[in-house]
């Protein structure tokens, strides 16, 4: 049996593929990062079609944040070694290279981008990663992702400056206050996540011209940060992942526009491209 998975901060999507079967499951977000080896650990004993497979599974290809230096990647292979007893074969590889896998053409290169709770951006040959912008979290950057709506919208909440409408959503349907903001953001881990869950309200309030001001000036702060910094970057496909730019991909392709870019693909998940990537090893 293989399986894939692909794990942001907030959520994972892991497949569990046999010639006969795949089965689709979702635990919480691992990210090194923040989670060492006993946490990870807990995360895959809570979901149980895991915890059914695991004795199967020969084969594991893990994509995931911040899995980009050798102790992080070490810290999620042990963990996956000890849950997974009978795994012969185990790589983990950052996210960006999941994304690229999932979405680029092998022949061409061009800019992958991820925009999930956090944001990252790299340059792909059609073969490997050969230069990445991003990728310094929630406070230094993560311009456009979850997060960095979510900071967005508590902090004009606080200082009074969003609608009245958004304001009593909160205070009502979400049951927040400014002591609860203050304690999840400075004193609770996880802030990155706390935050992004407030990106949902963009969906919510889309037609509200403060949500739109607000999208399409975050995409336009990712651009001239991330894509537009690459050499000659207007003579590449730019393509997206994450439900942020699916989900706004008008926008998306608005302010791709203003910028003189060739915006490609953009998909919600990369799980599907990375199935076929990695289908040559599911027949061996």
Known sequence: MLVICESGSTKA???????????????IGINPLFHDINKINSILQSNADLVKHNSLVKKIFFYGTSCSSAE?????????????????????????????????????????????????????????????????????????????????????????MIPADMRQYIEQDMAVTRDIIMNNVYREPNANVYLASFSKLLSHFASNEYVQNLINSGFDEF??????????????????????????????????????????????????????????????
């Open 13 to 27: 999507d892991w497949v569990l593929l046999d010639k006969n079967n795949k089965t689709y499951t979702e635990t």
């Open 72 to 160: 992080r990647i070490s810290r999620v292979k042990t963990a996956l070694q000890a849950f997974f007893t009978n795994a012969q074969l185990i790589e983990v590889r950052h996210d960006l290279d999941g994304a690229a896998y999932s979405v680029a053409r092998a022949d061409e290169t061009s800019i992958v981008n991820i925009i999930g709770t956090g944001s990252n951006s790299c340059l792909f040959d059609g073969t490997k990663i050969i230069d990445q912008i991003g990728g310094n979290g929630f406070i230094l950057s993560d311009e456009a992702s979850g997060a960095y709506f979510g900071k967005r919208i508590c902090g004009d909440y606080l200082i009074k």
């Open 223 to 284: 651009y001239k940060k991330h894509i537009c910094r690459f050499d000659h970057y207007s003579k590449y496909p730019v393509h997206f992942i994450g439900s942020i730019a699916f989900y706004f991909k008008d926008n998306l392709a608005s302010v791709s526009s203003k910028n003189n870019a060739q915006l490609g693909n953009i998909i919600q998940k990369p799980i599907e491209g990375l199935i076929q990537y990695h289908q040559s090893e599911l027949e061996a």
